[in-house]
């Protein structure tokens, strides 16, 4: 009887080792797991993709309006082998205060200021670059503003502008070397008309678009007038007003189709007075 409880003391004893070990073994792994995910994430930007983006790039030709004046972004490329970019803002100020000189700030999300030094700076031009990146960028902010002793009771930060861009994003180029102001003019010309060529081509999209609504709209309308004779009176009133429902959703693409084919043609006048101007620089 002795010997009988001495032995169930003895495998009491060591289920309760083996529970406190795996208890111990349970512990180890929780504590490996929370430290190591700790450690993941705030060492992520070393461990994650460097064109990890959290903001939506600026695209070429976006436009910012402050203080009588717009910002139009005309270029944004970026040199790995130099850790340098080239950037190409285009003014049109109605202004009348005189001022062309302004402050630039440039920022990375992770690791602060960048340098930026304008090239050339006149009232309808500006070209920056931004120097010495760092090697792990991954977004970067581009703010335009005026000096700060100009800066209005309206717009305290006098900001006129600010776009942005991502590692993944960026126009990627072989070499950055600065080039004489009228090759610059030359650049934003060849831009903006290829710019328009893009935006003539989504208007010859949505044209399409538009004919592809006419066509189904004129279906429809048949189909109804067809049913017609084999209604009632009643049933021919809610008929024909179906009709002209659908007849009016016609003519309003029938009108938008009208106004596209104008804004190509201006686009098309534009692209020309352009060419022309690009010969005289």
């Given at each position: ?6 032995m169930?003391?003895?495998?009491l004893?060591?289920?309760k080792?083996?529970?406190e070990q795996?208890?111990?073994r ?5 504590l490996f797991?929370l430290?190591g ?6 060492s992520s930007p070393?461990?994650?993709?460097p064109d990890y983006s959290?903001?939506t ?7 910012q309006q402050a203080?009588?004046r717009?910002?139009?972004?005309m270029?944004?490329d ?17 202004a009348?205060d005189?001022?062309e000189?302004y ?10 200021m960048?340098t ?6 006149r009232?309808?031009?500006v070209?920056l670059?931004l120097?010495?990146l760092?090697?792990?960028?991954a977004?970067?902010s581009?703010?335009?503003?005026l000096?700060?002793s100009k800066?209005s ?5 006098g900001e006129l502008?600010?776009?942005y ?7 990627r180029v ?7 102001p009228?090759q610059?003019e ?15 081509q989504?208007c010859?999209?949505r ?7 006419i066509?189904?709209?004129e ?6 007038r067809?049913?017609?004779?084999f ?7 809610e008929?024909q007003?179906?009709?002209?429902s ?5 003519q ?9 084919e104008q ?6 006048e534009?692209?020309?007075?352009l ?7």
């Amino acid at each position: 009887m002795w010997k009988n409880r001495k032995m169930k003391e003895v495998l009491l004893l060591q289920n309760k080792q083996k529970l406190e070990q795996y208890q111990a073994r349970f512990l180890h792994v929780c504590l490996f797991v929370l430290v190591g995910g700790y450690l993941f994430f705030f060492s992520s930007p070393f461990w994650m993709p460097p064109d990890y983006s959290g903001v939506t790039a600026s695209r070429i030709g976006e436009e910012q309006q402050a203080e009588n004046r717009t910002i139009r972004l005309m270029k944004w490329d970026y040199c790995e082998t130099q850790q340098n970019m080239e950037v190409i803002l285009e003014i049109d100020s109605q202004a009348i205060d005189g001022i062309e000189h302004y402050t630039y700030r440039v920022m990375e999300r992770n690791q602060g200021m960048v340098t930026a030094t304008p090239v050339i700076e006149r009232a309808d031009l500006v070209v920056l670059h931004l120097e010495n990146l760092p090697r792990k960028w991954a977004e970067l902010s581009l703010q335009m503003r005026l000096p700060e002793s100009k800066a209005s009771a309206m717009n305290e930060s006098g900001e006129l502008g600010r776009f942005y861009t991502t590692r993944k994003a960026v126009h990627r180029v072989k070499k950055i070397e600065e080039q004489a102001p009228r090759q610059y003019e030359r650049e934003v010309i060849e831009q903006t008309i290829q710019i328009h060529v893009q935006e003539i081509q989504s208007c010859e999209q949505r044209i399409a678009a538009e004919k592809q609504t006419i066509s189904e709209a004129e279906e429809t309308i048949r189909d109804l007038r067809s049913e017609l004779k084999f209604e009632t009176e009643t049933e021919q009133l809610e008929t024909q007003e179906q009709i002209h429902s659908v007849e009016a959703e016609e003519q309003a693409a029938r009108e938008r189709i009208q106004e596209q084919e104008q804004t190509i043609r201006e686009l098309q006048e534009q692209n020309r007075l352009l060419k022309e101007k690009e010969k005289t620089i």
